[in-house]
């Protein structure tokens, strides 16, 4: 069996963002960048389904500019065994990244993808989802647990009500959550043993995908500032308050 | 143009969210029809027909939409979507799950978790985990849009007339197997994610008195929090600690009992968009950050407050 | 326990501007070198923070040609003050009148964080392999004594030091010669300047804590390319201490602060100092309407020359402030921390071919300008000893007439940790509450950082005696690590009737102040996880 795994690269979640005071976007330069957290549950899912003697090869990739490279270079530091990068600039959609992900499928014919759940920067909640419907592949999104079994998963969800259980026959895709494991670390000598390894890189223009975007982003600008608070007299006018003004309960 | 929303229910009820949902869709366009996918769901089709902003409901009756599956759901909304200019549905693990890949089929770039609606067009939503807020306009013909629930209020659920239409299904073969749903009502939502956190200090003084706590909590689908103080007091285990091991929490509600606001509390809390500290002390550090400020003692607000949550008709979940 | 072993030619510990001049420098006289560079910050230049005014002589002779290969070096000095400030008025000093010095024409306002991002590229496009997020945490020595080598950090241990499901255990990296270039008052530095003894004879290293804010202004009040500092208020005249105020490119201003952690008063607060400074009206004025974009600190060397241990010893050598090469009058350590570790790359690079011994670093370092300079600058920070006014115009003297050449060494009489009066014998200082547009809290403050530490992993900052905070350090000096921190790592909490000394770890920013400032020498900090820490952008 062979997983396909795809990373992005983001700011690191530690890093408070900064709005850019022209309103253009985010603050991104000599920002702490890495890869977007559900997506190192993913690749650790991966590696554990490889160990577990069912996958014989994860290959990692991801899309986007040079140094987005980087993310794949850690994935194969914990266990990917090689990597594709598609190199593009600028902004991409989840539509766009779906398309480019169904091109590298149709060559590579992994009989699972991984991802993670969302990307911690434009929140879309969107890639893995729209990569199953243009494969016409089951889709098992907020995994968190996995079990592989004869030709098909057995995929425990996050959902809203509690947990969800449901098979997906393979090919299939599956968007991580967070709470599918505990990512190992990437030990040194494994770190230079992934900078042996191969990674492809893939110019998005040889892949034939329309990748300008759809949506314009006409402004970025800071959330509201919190009003100042006041005090309350009883519990009363709190529960009132945080009813119909809050509006949080 | 009219818009379409996809309706989420259990079959017998209207899920709240699908609620809010409605408000904002008919913000894009009055002429808001809703599709509802299910089995045996008769009696959701005719509580959206009451639902005042609702124009009309398409409803599709099929043994094979008894669960929510996106993959038997997704060919049913595309044959309907001609129609229609929008496509809407909430941003909770539902419409998460089955809005991409409607739109993917459409060819149409998805603008998700709306907090605004600007213009048929043009929507405000949050990224960087609401650190940024971003206006974008969508250029695509057919717009997938999915919807913060708690950014809008819930629409009005009688007094509205509208038809109900029943349309054919459509079957395909999929290969998503539905098995089991485990709503788990007494496992507690997660201290990192549940959107709402109540969290005790040392003004507990005991680990019994948690007990005040934990009936709120069940109250309000809340998650258990706890200041180092409590924890090192040995009150509650250090699972529920916010703010001591980097533990930060940005829930839509974070209650304080009994926390003086250390500077680790507040910085593993401070950025919850709603605060309410409970105190006694009226000069406790807390207040600093707190939206509400309450200046009484604890042990008789918590169950003032559980008494005063009873009396509500619904408490969001 | 037997760990895996990697073998090197070198191993440099530390990833900042003297570890990795070290790098180039032996790439550049050695090819066939191979060279392991070791950082504890999840990239290179996340823990890095400096004013930073730079000179560029030390680069102009590593690589010469940095302009055509875009270093992040723009900002050329076009104009310099130095104020003197009292509460509310100031003083301006005549530029012609500073020490030579403290003259800045020529030099460029720079982020070292993003000089040191931009030398790990030249670094490793030489070939030299650089290992972010791993700190080496303890010594390897050779069974006769000599240093073998590094081990670096074990990783995904829980606070008892159990082993998680993610335990990856560290590795022994061994090498011919190892370089500690772990900045000031690094934690292997520190047990090998104790082991080898290379502070006989040496007075007492001296530090300071540093801070800065990078401000984005309004552009009315901007002057790019415009060096100023000031001394005097908010600090009284027995505490040493002053500000920098740089005007950098893109309407930032760098604005910091630097107090020498000799001060007595265990009420004083570095922090707050440092915030009280901006309300200065000729500060407040300028940062009005501005915004505060970063934030951070780190404790800095001021002994100098007087101070400087051997930095030899079989098997390894010291670069940059891990020894303490900065050069205090000049408030400038990065051109000599550099030139300290090209010196130790020649040292290594003749060791390596022809076996010379480690010891020629010493004669190497003696005729280099960068000797010159420190030896020229000892007598500047022990003339403020006597207070700020005599301080100064003994270092006019000193500087200005005689340029550094009177016939005799001023003494360092203490190291740092000894300074602190009783709290009952000094005035308690009441600090203004932040208002939140000029002046901040530390909880907002930490939050720009970006710091953070793995959850569940043993406590890096360690005490001697647990009970000695509150036993004895509070009655006696009011906690002071309350105060001395600049980020609330350390607190006392009143919990059952008691007093309890919490440590909040994970807030730790790695700037060492505890280390060097607790008046028992009662905290040790050592290596946490690797990757914890700040996450410092363009500081």
Known sequence: MKILVAVKRVIDYNVQIRVKEDGTGVVTDNVKMSTNPPDDNAIEEAVKIKESGKANEIVAITVGEEKAQETVRKALAVGADRGIHVKVD?????????????????????????????????????????????????????????????????VTREVDEGLETIEVKTPAIVTCDLRLNEPRYASLPNIMKAKKKPIEEINVSDLGVDVKPRIEQLKVEEPPKRKAGIKVSSVEELVQKLKNEAKVI | MSVLLIAEHNNKEIKSFTLNAITAASQIDEDLHVLLIGHNADDVAKSLSLVPNVKKVIQVDNEIYENYIAESFTPVVLKHAENYSHIVCSANTFGKNLMPRIAALLDTSQVSDIIKVISTDTFLRPIYAGNAFATVKSSDLKKCITIRPTSFEAAQTSGGTAEIVKADKHEVTTNTKFIKKEEVKSDRPELGTARIVISGGRGMQNGENFKLITDIADKLNAAIGASRAAVDAGYITNDHQVGQTGKVVVPDLYIAVGISGAIQHLAGMKESKIIVAINKDGEAPIFSVADYGLEADLFEALPKFLEELNKLNTIQK | MSREVMEYDVIIVGGGPSGLSTAIKLKQLNPDINVCLLEKASEIGAHILSGNVFETRALDELLPNWKELNAPIKTKVTKEKFLFLSKTKKISWPTWLLPKVQQNHNNYIISLANLCRWLAEQAESLGIEIFPGFPASEIIYNENGSVKGVATQDMGLDKEGNKKDSYEPGIELHAKVTVFAEGCRGHLGKQLIKKFDLDKGKDPQQYGIGFKEIWEIKEENHQKGLVMHTAGWPLDNSTYGGSFVYHAENKQVFLGYVIGLDYKNPHLSPFDEFQRFKTHPSIKSLIEGGKRISYGARALIEGGFQSLPKMFMPGALL??????????????????????????????????????????????????????????????????????????????IDQILFRGKLPFTLKHKHADHQTLKPANEMPKIEYPKPDNVITFDKTSSVYLTGTNHADNQPVHLQLKDKDLPINYTLEKFDEPAQRYCPVGVYEVQRENEKDKFVINSQNCIHCKTCDIKEPSQNINWVTPEGGGGPKYGNM
């Not at chain 3, 408030?331 to 300290?340: C, D, F, L, P, V």
């Not at chain 3, 420190?374 to 006597?386: D, Y």
């Open chain 1, 90 to 154: 600028g902004i991409i959609e989840p539509l766009a990244v779906s398309k480019i992900l169904q091109k590298v499928v149709d060559k590579e014919k992994p009989d699972l993808v991984f991802m993670g759940k969302q990307a911690i920067d434009d929140d879309c909640n969107q890639t893995g989802q729209m990569l199953a419907a243009l494969l016409n592949w089951p889709q098992a999104t907020f995994a968190s647990k996995i079990e592989v079994k004869d030709q098909y998963l057995e």
């Open chain 3, 319 to 396: 670069v940059g402030c891990d020894a303490g090469t900065l050069n205090m009058p000049k408030i400038k350590g990065s051109h000599t921390a550099m030139k300290s570790g090209m010196i130790a790359a020649e040292t290594i690079n003749d060791h390596l071919k022809e076996n010379k011994d480690l010891s020629i670093y010493e004669d190497k370092f003696k005729k280099s300008w960068l000797y010159k300079e420190l030896f020229e600058a000892r007598n500047v920070k022990p003339s403020f000893g006597w207070g700020l006014i005599l301080g100064i115009i003994f270092t006019g």
